[in-house]
């Protein structure tokens, strides 16, 4: 079996160097080609024919261009397999990060993961690093609790609210100053965005996702 071809993006030259040697006395990978600048990595990747590529996020004044790059080479090869190696654990970072295409996320502190990082990415099967798993089950948290902030008006969550603490519909009327019918109008919206026959179900589900 050939080995995995791999391409290299750092501009740090210890630190690529080290990285290289390291990886070449894997028996299966094999570093095809390095590149230390933006530029000079789009411009080489066409030329290449290379199977996972390790990419720095940061190749000058921590400005994060690596986000750049994968967004390039996956616009370049959609099938391109990107690691990306940092230093940063910021979660809207790592969000960034797999926006733009990579496949995983690795601290450079972890290196010795990268062989097999390598390998899982090289047969579609990457485990995603448990840094960038947890920053990525937070984001999809807050981006779903936003979502749920947003699925109500603020008049149906005052009505809800009130529901909540037990009024009747004529309470409500008399809290807010509202009609019955606007009342009706809006838990009947209430209900169908919620997905809910009544509008204590809907209160419970509201209180349940933190809506109220």
């Known amino acids: 079996m050939d080995p995995i071809q791999l391409f290299v993006i750092e501009d740090d030259a210890d630190w690529r160097r080290g990285l290289v040697d390291f990886l070449n006395k894997e028996p299966d990978l094999n570093v095809a080609a390095t590149a230390e600048s933006k530029d000079e990595a789009i411009s080489l990747y ?57 496949v995983n996320y690795i601290s450079k502190l972890h290196f010795k993961e990268i062989p097999e990082a390598i390998r899982s990415a090289y047969r579609q099967q990457s485990a995603i690093h448990p ?59 209430i209900l169908k965005k919620m997905g809910v026959k009544t509008s204590k179900e809907a209160a419970a589900l509201a209180k349940q996702k933190k809506m109220l």
């Open 46 to 102: 066409p030329q290449l024919q290379v199977d996972v590529v390790l990419l720095d996020i940061n190749l000058s004044e921590n400005n994060l261009d690596g986000i750049e790059i994968a967004l390039e080479l996956t616009r370049q090869n959609p099938e391109c397999k990107i690691i990306m190696l940092t230093s940063l654990t910021e979660a809207d970072v790592i969000v960034d990060s797999f926006s733009a295409g990579v």
């Open 131 to 189: 840094t960038a798993a947890a920053a990525l089950r937070n984001e999809f948290l807050r981006l779903k609790q936003e979502k749920n902030e947003k699925l109500l008006s603020p008049a149906e969550k005052e009505i809800l609210q009130l529901i909540n603490q037990g009024q009747t519909q004529t309470q409500i009327e008399q809290s807010l100053f509202i009609t019955k019918r606007t009342i009706k109008n809006h838990i009947n919206r």
